[in-house]
């Protein structure tokens, strides 16, 4: 090669547009390496994927067909959900109980119903168990994100309070919680907390979730009111304001702004680690996903799509949590 | 209006420093005292005691009658008379300049929104920046920063003004336009106490000079004789290095 190709070589490669560019290709090489290699070990394990077994656990369509077993008249209507049980009485006094889509109710109270007579006939959407999962995921998460925020503000508080008592009890219950494992902490919640105060299932998880997330909450938000100038305190103090106003208007405010990236984490890891619930019998997400892949051995369809089910919440959150970083940025 | 008398203050990080040693002083009302003197020597510590920022661990102090060191005296009324101006501005970040100003009306003064941005209105008219009332104070120079503290201070219609080495943290060609606003407050009779370096706004406006070193009070006198006769040798030499 001649000298001046060379040199222009050299140019070439000190261009920094092309040195991107070959960034960029060389990221789409290990994505489309990646997915290639995924692809050819399963082939290797003889998986048959089977993705279209997947969308009819989101969302399905059930075929409703509900025929009258005996002549009789109908004593009462129950709402169930979507749905209304039907109740009614024969001739020789014996309940019957048929279960309709609301939508689908043709009869009231007192109309006569006879053998044979079609009820409801159609089809309906239903929940399919992953959404189901999804849904209760995202209702547990968002309980214990409000309960954890709401503990580890008095905690945070009392670990900064110079009284004895709340100072070491918050101490206490912050090394409580995070010297020993969620997973412990659920049973704990759920077999003697539970117990003893008559919780169900859902209202265990939800707390042990709450407390536990509690605890590092609480170890955020002292860091952020510590992280606050003195100079903020007592210039609120000799304004006249007592301790609570200048913490509510002036130092919590700041300090929010400031903690919000390692609270967004927090939140995020809560939205995970609520997958723990599972073991006490919360269909949450994951253990949906577990028992669909008992039924039907699809692990590797159902656990990728649970897997992007988790990212669609977390990064939701992601994305309001930037939002509102943009917004409070407005007085820096 | 202040009455302070042989007050000791120790504070222990790390060394034992005493910071305030029998220190004794009156304040008439209308009266405008420069507190001043080499850094260390307890200045700043006897002005966060009057408003009560330091407890005091031996002594008195009485503000417009009401004894502070009493257990049953409510803080927070006596520091709403008293007005606060720092070093470091200490202005709320998060907050425009007349939420600033407005806060402490709305919450301890408990006058309504719109009384208090009235008020509030007004004093930045006093203070010369009525067209920053919707800025936040990160965009304003550190002048401007101090005179918006002036006048947050002053929305509470203060009895007393206590001034923490105010032009300190200031660029030079901003010192003018924060002494031009506290030299007006001495003007209109208020009762002020500045800890300063500021040696000709104290010897236009302060009617009396304290001098303290190493926690005691070494001199107080009249301006006049502070700058023309000293009594004592530390004052002279103090005097002669920062004049």
């Known amino acids: 090669m001649r000298r001046e190709q060379l040199d222009a070589l050299k140019d070439l490669f000190h261009n920094e547009r092309f040195r991107h560019s070959l960034s960029w290709i060389a990221l789409f090489l290990i994505l489309f390496g990646l997915i290639a290699g995924t692809v050819h070990t399963t082939n290797k394990v003889d998986y048959i994927w089977r993705w279209e077994q997947i969308p009819r656990y989101i969302l399905f369509k059930e075929i409703i067909e509900v025929t009258v077993e005996e002549d009789a008249i109908v004593t009462e209507l129950e709402k169930d959900g979507a749905d209304t049980g039907i109740v009614a009485i024969n001739s020789s006094d014996e309940e019957q109980y048929y279960l309709v889509p609301t939508k689908m109710l043709s009869v009231g109270v007192g109309d006569g119903i006879e053998r044979g007579q079609v009820l409801a006939e159609g089809k309906v959407w239903r929940l399919g168990l992953l959404l189901t999962g999804l849904i209760l995921t995202l209702e547990i998460s968002a309980l214990s994100i409000i ?79 510590q992280s606050i100038h003195r100079g903020q305190m007592e210039a609120a103090r000799s304004l006249g304001m007592n301790y609570p106003q200048a913490m509510l208007y002036i130092i919590l405010p700041q300090a929010f702004k400031r903690i919000l990236p390692p609270l967004a984490g927090q939140f995020i890891s809560l ?62 | 209006m202040i009455d302070v008398s042989g007050i000791y203050k120790t504070f222990y990080s790390r060394h034992k420093v005493d910071a305030l040693i029998d220190v004794s002083l009156h304040v008439e009302k209308g009266e405008v005292v420069v507190i001043c003197g080499p850094s260390g020597s307890g200045k700043s510590t006897l002005l966060r005691c009057l408003n009560h920022l330091e407890a005091i661990d031996r002594g008195e102090i009485v503000i417009d009658t009401i004894q502070l060191t009493d257990s049953r005296t409510n803080i927070n009324k006596v520091r709403a008379e008293i007005g606060m101006v720092f070093q470091s501005f200490n202005l709320f970040p998060h907050m425009t300049v007349l939420e600033n100003v407005s806060i402490a009306q709305e919450k301890v003064r408990k006058r309504s929104r719109q009384k208090s941005h009235e008020i509030a209105t007004r004093l930045l008219e006093k203070v010369g920046i009525p067209e920053k009332a919707n800025s936040y104070p990160s965009q304003l120079s550190g002048g401007q920063q101090q005179r918006v503290a002036i006048a947050r201070a002053l929305a509470m219609q203060p009895k007393i003004m206590l001034f923490d080495e105010p032009t300190s943290a200031l660029d030079p060609e901003m010192i003018g336009e924060v002494l031009e606003v506290m030299k007006t407050l001495a003007r209109e009779g208020m009762t002020m106490c500045c800890v300063s370096h500021e040696m000709g706004f104290a010897r236009e406006v302060a009617d009396r000079i304290v001098f303290m070193d190493e926690g005691r009070i070494v001199e107080i006198g009249t301006t006049d004789q502070i700058f023309n006769e000293p009594r004592e040798e530390r004052t002279k030499a103090f005097l002669a290095q920062i004049l």
Not at chain 1, 292 to 318: P, R
């Open chain 1, 147 to 225: 309960l954890g925020v709401i503990i580890g503000l008095i905690t945070g508080l009392a670990r900064l309070s110079s009284s004895p008592a709340p100072k070491w009890l918050a101490i206490g219950y912050i090394e409580l919680i995070r010297g020993t494992p969620l997973l412990v902490q659920i049973y704990i919640f759920y077999f003697f907390i539970g117990q003893v105060f008559r919780l169900s299932n859902f209202m265990a998880g939800v707390l042990a979730l709450s407390f536990f997330s509690g605890a590092y909450i609480a170890e955020i938000i002292r860091a952020g009111i």
């Open chain 1, 271 to 332: 939205i995970k680690d609520s997958s723990l619930v599972g073991v006490i019998a919360l269909v949450e997400l994951t253990r949906a996903g577990r028992e669909i892949g008992t039924s039907t051995f699809n692990y590797f369809e159902v656990f990728f799509t649970v897997a992007a089910l988790y990212l669609i919440l977390t990064f939701s959150l992601s994305m309001i949590v930037q939002y509102l970083e943009r917004r409070f940025a407005a007085s820096d």
